[in-house]
């Protein structure tokens, strides 16, 4: 099993530049979760998916960010315009359904200049 | 929202020194889990807790669940080098969306 994979693994871009991370879930696994990790904050969900369908995004920080899942093996996180206070690790992970245990990708590292 | 507070916030041992780490809340919640993450990596999961008063152990790990299940304990006998990393908890209500803790950061010295 590959596990969850992410890409790019380092982003370095500079602001107001458009950026999307990917995701592919562990196949089988029917939810999706992005999450943003900083020191300031912890590790804080953004957006989670069930069967393909946004159920929650209360925990996307603004309307620059947005997530999408057009099938069960591939999800993107796009941040347009980017700033530099996005700069942070951005961890997908997956689940079955109502499943407690979380599979994290190894994340991505954006740096917003 | 249900909050999840850990301590100590950081933690640097020596090579053979036990420890314990807390993650306490006013919330109940249904289930806690215990995750670890190395520097560079994602969470992994260590260990689920569903029962009040529930002890796990995992090898030198040792996992407790508060009998009111608000708050959980994490002890390390002997820590090794290759315990170094973050310590996260995450508790799950009925819908299981988790609430994670900023976690505990553990570095063991050789």
């Known amino acids: 099993d590959a596990g969850v994979i992410q890409s790019p693994r380092h982003e370095v871009t500079e602001m107001g530049q458009e950026v999307t991370l990917r995701c592919k879930p562990i196949?089988?696994?029917?939810?999706l979760f992005w999450y943003r990790q900083t020191m300031m904050r912890g590790l804080e969900l953004l957006i989670y998916?069930?069967?393909?369908?946004?159920?929650?995004d209360s925990g996307m920080p603004e309307d620059r960010f947005s997530a999408k899942m057009p099938n069960a093996s591939f999800s993107t996180l796009k941040i347009q315009p980017s700033e530099p206070r996005d700069s942070a690790v951005y961890f997908c992970?997956?689940?079955?359904?109502?499943?407690?245990?979380?599979?994290f990708g190894p994340g991505t590292r954006l740096l917003v200049l | 929202t249900q909050l999840l507070e850990q301590s100590p916030q950081f933690l640097s041992i020596q090579e053979g020194e036990n420890l314990t780490v807390y993650c306490n809340s006013s919330?109940?919640?249904?289930?806690l889990q215990w995750y670890r993450q190395e520097p560079g990596e994602g969470p992994v999961l260590l260990v689920t807790?569903?029962?009040?008063?529930e002890v796990k152990k995992l090898k030198r790990l040792t996992f407790q669940f508060g009998d009111a299940r608000k708050d959980s304990s994490l002890h390390i006998t002997a820590a090794q080098p290759g315990d170094t990393g973050l310590y996260l908890c995450?508790?799950?209500?009925?819908?299981?969306?988790?609430?994670f803790g900023r976690g505990t950061s553990l570095i063991v010295h050789p």
């Open positions: 992970a997956s689940s079955e359904v109502g499943g407690v245990t979380q599979y």
């Open positions: 196949s089988g696994h029917n939810s």
């Open positions: 998916f069930n069967n393909n369908v946004p159920i929650d």
């Open positions: 919330s109940v919640f249904s289930s």
């Open positions: 807790v569903v029962t009040g008063g």
């Open positions: 995450a508790g799950g209500g009925g819908s299981y969306i988790p609430t």
